[in-house]
């Protein structure tokens, strides 16, 4: 209800809100060829409120803090410590005439996050500033209006904006991971937020459910199931109870939508032998893809839906193809060792993450989808498997046995910052990030 | 004249004596079964006797034969069936087993799959499910693929030995079904196999 309510408000933009469309490709905040590399050091002092409401004290608190959070979450950034503050933050002016840019720049802080709360009528209101204290200037300015309980939303939402002023790129705020658990004893299909939090379980099947993949309106997962004793996709959709199959005997293995479209590509064997078809979001088969005999699967698509890659033994070992559904030519992507799979294309286009086994051990490595040198993200951990991008191309969710079970973790693109995503019981396999949902 | 008379009589006469002699002679043979009526009634009587003695000597051979062979053939059905049961176990328990990363199947699978198509020509009835399973290496979309090779293999090898196509289906479970949870390359092999389910 409270979530309803916000979206309806819509954050209302400030009257001082700089143009920063323009001011996102002016600025070089970040380096763009690795920009985890050099952490840009941002101080979130707590939002200030009158100090006599303590509903907004705590909602003040409680948005910092989740700020503070994701802003860490994304792996741009560097917290500042807030003992080493110069100013109180209470005290301190957050609308930018009065801001002491020395006193943020002296600490080592290149951002300065201020914000305000106020509770009028129990209706909340979020004012939340962006400062670049080394030009001396105010980046974004957004206000919010909403239930108090809203704090949550109000933290990604401006954090989001943090980041598309700083990377011109909208985050994964508004996303979602599927992924693999057998803590119930079967592999069943569950869903939490792009940081873990909120763990639902989306099957309940008792069988071995695999291979999630959500729908680019983030509406519809696919997945293959033994429900019905055989390994039959289904799609079903998030919130309404409808699903969908496909009429065909044999394997039907690791479904992949087709960005912007109703419509998916998965591995078939009804006919005698592993092919990927395109198929419709209801399960007819529309047309084969490839052609070889052998093992072809694990379809992904270029963000443009023109390109396909996916994995075929036809060279005698798992590598990787892409196929181009416009000139229906098939060119091999990887030559380097003798077991790669599971490709996953970013959502920005320009790499192909995957998994490679090298003397039994598998490890996650991106590479150029026109070719070129495989770079390692992973190594000395355990097996690391199923890379998936978060819609921005930013991060990469992963499962790995690091710490003996399988469970998921997440890094940046390029391979830092690596951390576990959550804590279950049993194990995690098989995550898959959802794109930005904005209505689900 | 009266000599030539005489002549032909002797001639008459003499082998009508003859004749008449060895009648009186088969008279006197035959006479003690005619004319000594309670003797031969005995005699009969004791024959009889020991013909339904021997009657029933050879029935009751006949019944212990028949015992006998009826007993063999439970034995024999019983051991047949037990056979059956082994025969159906092992075709049941014997899986096929393949290398890393390899669905092709080597003498031994071949031999093995020999026998397993014997035993489904002796059993028409029987339908197979053939399951495809993979060790724990690799990845799981991947490895789900190569099971399917692997019990496609088994199958189509069965069907060019003349089973029908109709009786073999396939499923792969990929690594998720582990026989031995080791984590070993004895545990490994055990679990790239293609087992046979009958439906």
């Known amino acids: 209800m409270s979530r309803r309510r916000l979206m309806f408000v819509m954050p209302v933009l400030l009257v001082w809100l700089l143009p920063w469309t323009a001011s996102a490709a002016q600025y070089n905040y970040i380096d763009i060829s690795n920009p985890f590399l050099r952490k840009t050091p941002i101080a979130v002092p707590i939002f200030q409120t009158a100090a006599q409401d303590p509903t907004a004290v705590e909602a003040a608190k409680a948005a910092s803090a989740l700020l503070e959070y994701y802003l860490d979450f994304t792996g741009y950034f560097s917290i500042s410590d807030p003992g080493a503050f110069l100013e109180d933050p209470q005290l301190m002016d957050i609308s930018g005439a009065g801001i002491r840019y020395r006193n943020w720049t002296a600490i080592g802080a290149e951002l300065l996050v201020t914000g305000g709360v106020v509770i009028r009528d129990g209706d909340a209101e979020f004012e939340l500033r962006l400062f670049d204290t080394v030009k001396e200037k105010m980046l974004v300015g957004k206000r919010y209006r909403g239930s108090p309980d809203d704090h949550r939303q109000v933290a990604r939402r401006f954090c989001s904006e943090v980041v598309f002023a700083i990377t011109g790129s909208r985050g994964f705020f508004d996303s979602k991971i599927a992924f693999v658990s057998n803590g119930s004893g079967h592999k069943e299909i569950y869903l939490c937020e792009f940081d873990g939090t909120n763990v639902t379980r989306f099957t309940h099947h008792n069988s071995i459910s695999l291979f999630p993949d959500w729908s680019s309106d983030g509406r519809w997962i696919a997945y293959t199931t033994y429900a019905d004793k055989w390994p039959r996709i289904r799609m079903q959709h998030v919130r309404e109870n409808r699903t969908a199959t496909i009429d065909k005997p044999g394997l039907q293995a690791a479904p992949a939508w087709v960005p912007g479209k109703f419509e998916l590509a998965a591995s078939l064997s009804f006919s005698g032998d592993q092919e990927i078809y395109l198929l419709t979001g209801n399960g007819k088969v529309i047309k084969r893809l490839t052609g070889s005999m052998g093992i072809d699967v694990e379809p992904t698509w270029s963000p443009d839906a023109r390109r396909l890659a996916f994995v075929s033994k036809r060279s005698g070992h798992p590598q990787l193809y892409i196929y181009d559904t416009i000139s229906n030519r098939v060119q091999r992507l990887t030559f380097e060792g003798r077991y790669n799979t599971q490709p996953s294309w970013s959502p920005k286009g320009d790499r192909i993450a995957y998994s490679a086994m090298n003397d039994g051990v598998i490890d996650i490595f991106t590479i150029n989808p026109d070719g070129g040198e495989p770079v390692q993200l992973t190594e000395n951990q355990g097996s690391n498997e199923a890379p998936t991008w978060s819609p921005d191309g930013s991060l990469i969710a992963f499962s790995s046995t690091r710490e003996g079970k399988s469970r998921l973790y997440v890094m940046t693109a390029y391979g830092t910052d690596q951390r576990r995503l959550l804590s279950l019981p049993g194990e995690q396999s098989n995550p898959k990030w959802s794109p930005n949902i904005i209505n689900p | ?199």
């Not at chain 2, 189509?156 to 990929?174: C, H, K, Q």
Request: glycine residues 4%; proline residues 2%; hydrophobic residues 45%.
């Open chain 2, 1 to 199: 004249m009266k000599r030539k008379w005489i002549i032909l009589a002797m001639l008459l006469i003499v082998p009508a004596m003859l004749f008449s002699v060895s009648c009186a002679k088969k008279a006197v043979m035959t006479e003690p079964s005619t004319t000594d009526t309670s003797a031969a009634d005995e005699a009969a009587r004791q024959a009889e006797l020991e013909k339904q003695q021997a009657m029933d000597r050879q029935k009751q051979i006949e019944e212990e034969r028949l015992a006998a062979e009826a007993a063999a053939a439970t034995l024999a059905a019983e051991a047949m069936e037990r056979d059956m049961m082994m025969a159906e176990n092992r075709f049941t328990s014997e899986n096929v087993y393949f290398d890393f990363d390899n669905a092709t199947l080597d003498y031994q699978a071949q031999e093995l799959l020999k026998q397993k198509a014997m035993w489904l020509r002796d059993f028409p009835e029987a339908n197979v499910v053939i399951e495809g399973h993979c060790d724990e290496r690799g990845t799981n979309a991947y490895n789900l693929a190569l099971g399917e090779r692997r019990a496609e293999s088994a199958k189509a090898f069965l069907v060019n030995l003349g089973i029908s196509d109709a009786r073999l289906t396939t499923i792969s479970y990929g690594e998720e079904k582990p026989l031995d949870m080791g984590q070993n390359e004895e545990a490994w092999a055990k679990n790239r196999r293609a087992a046979f389910v009958l439906e």
